[in-house]
């Protein structure tokens, strides 16, 4: 027991001059931050850090002191940075974020364009966000409306991209990379399936049932109960309701909103039969203006990172450093690349907030192509 006392006594001596050690070297990084507050200079130097870190992992005496050298080292050297990054923003060198705070998102008299037809759950959405003094108009695929805001068409497009039970819209995360498109707002709708039948049409009639391919496997359950019925899928539950309608046969069904039922003057056949309670999609309010409410409080951004271990890590933690709480991360391949992946992150935040604005400094000075996709 006394060996162990004396064993532990010796850790605490060494511990003690670690963060001795520490504190002396984030005093000489505030330094060097002056230096490169009067010279311009940039925080991160990634050739000179990936020579420090060889150095001194050549110092270890075996294999496994190295790797803890080079994380020891690599967080050592992050810490540094994030400490730079804060003193040149206490000294105003916050960079220049390219977008204008307004007090609101115009929310009349505005054109606004939706992907799939009406009654879809876009237009609800739509509906919900926006005012009814507005011009709106339908296209059939989700980049048509990309390229109707981004040529000036519309002001405003709805799009989702999230479902509760689906997951994320993956489409529409290579869409807001290829367009110079931003997100300003955002809009839930509860996804209440509803079997719809023409007004004159039976539970007893329906042979052949229409919807999008997630809304008949979100309704599992209940289709599970009518076997015999054929299950065709549609490009979205809207157009299986006008399907249903125009086609005028009472042995069909669409599974669809109530919303669409209203529409296409369907009769709601069974109710609410969807198997998720909670099941809601999220949709995005996308303008080609660089705007952004005052009391906006979300942040979505997209960038790369160099292929090497740690790196993710070191760019997630500007979110810990600076108290900014991440929502959600997504990851897409990048085209023509195999096997490399861009990040798409969701935080709580503004872009006038001081830590969102270190954040995203240290962020786009350490990752790859960081873009600012909204703040909404």
């Known amino acids: 027991m006394e060996n162990l006392l004396e064993l532990r006594n010796e850790i605490d001596a060494i511990d003690r001059e670690i963060v001795d050690l520490f504190q002396k070297r984030m005093k000489i990084s505030s330094e060097v931050a002056e230096y490169k507050i009067s010279t311009g200079k940039k925080v991160f130097d990634r050739t000179r850090e990936a020579q420090k870190i060889q150095a001194v992992t050549e110092l ?3 294999d496994f002191n190295r790797h803890g050298i080079e994380e020891l080292f690599q967080q050592i050297m992050s810490m540094s940075r994030k400490l730079q990054y804060q003193l040149l923003a206490k000294n105003g060198v916050v960079g220049r974020l390219p977008f204008i705070a307004v007090e609101g998102i115009e929310k009349s008299r505005v054109r606004v364009v939706f992907q799939g037809v009406e009654g879809a759950y876009s237009e609800a959405a739509m509906k919900a966000f926006f005012q009814e003094d507005i011009t709106s108009f339908h296209v059939e695929h989700w980049r048509d409306a990309m390229e109707a805001i981004a040529e000036g068409s519309a002001d405003f497009a709805v799009l989702p991209i999230e479902n509760s039970t689906a997951g994320s819209v993956s489409d529409m995360y290579d869409l807001l990379m290829e367009f110079e498109n931003y997100i300003v707002g ?10 719809l039948g023409l007004p004159d049409a039976e539970l007893s009639d329906i042979q052949t049932v229409y919807s999008h391919s997630q809304a008949l496997s979100q309704c599992k359950e209940y289709l599970g109960s009518h076997r015999d019925w054929k299950q065709i899928p549609m490009v979205n539950t809207a157009m299986a309701a006008k399907k249903v309608k125009e086609d005028g046969d009472r042995t069909q069904a669409a599974i669809a909103s109530a919303f669409a039922g209203e529409k296409f003057g369907l009769k709601i056949l069974a109710d609410k039969i ?3 309670e909670a099941n809601s999609t999220r949709f995005i309010i996308v303008t080609n203006q660089r705007i952004f409410r005052w009391d906006a409080k979300k942040i979505s951004i997209s960038f790369e990172v160099p292929h090497v271990s740690g790196s993710l890590y070191n760019i ?6 600076n108290n900014l709480n991440m929502t959600k991360i997504e990851s897409r391949p990048i085209p023509g690349r195999n096997w490399e992946y861009r990040f798409f992150v969701d935080f709580e935040g503004n872009l006038n907030d001081g ?12 990752a790859n192509n960081m873009r600012i996709l909204g703040n909404y």
């Open 316 to 321: 997630l933690s500007h979110f810990i450093y």
């Open 355 to 366: 830590g969102v604005k270190n954040a995203l400094r240290g962020i786009r000075e350490e």
């Open 274 to 276: 969807y198997d998720n």
């Open 186 to 195: 955002e809009q839930v709708i509860r996804c209440q399936h509803n079997l």
């Open 60 to 62: 270890a005496d075996n």
